[in-house]
């Protein structure tokens, strides 16, 4: 298992202005499996605002953890477009029910 660190936190910022204060965790490689078309949406989305697809994947559950909305508009809109361009129809309403298609 492979395993990143990241920096020690500094001091608490006095302004909401300055930079947030890193938080220090350990990271571990992992293989998950997702829907295809699922995973180039967020790849998409993870590029254009320039996150690794962890870093993504650790907001969006974050946000989840506390019932926050992960998404503004502007994103929700970006979602939308990339959903098109990779012909994603998938939406909440398939969580839990996703198969394995056969394949040929």
Sequence with gaps: ?????????????????????????????CGVRLEKRLLKVLKGLAEYYDLSLGDLLEGIVLHAFDGKVPFGRESRDRIKT??????LDLDHRA??????????
């Design 1 to 29: 298992m492979v395993t990143k660190k990241t920096r020690p936190a500094s001091r608490p910022a006095a302004s909401s202005k300055r930079a947030p204060v890193p938080i220090p965790v350990e990271r571990v490689q």
């Design 95 to 104: 969580s839990h029910r996703l198969v394995e298609s056969e394949r040929e």
């Design 82 to 87: 990339l959903k098109g361009v990779y012909r």
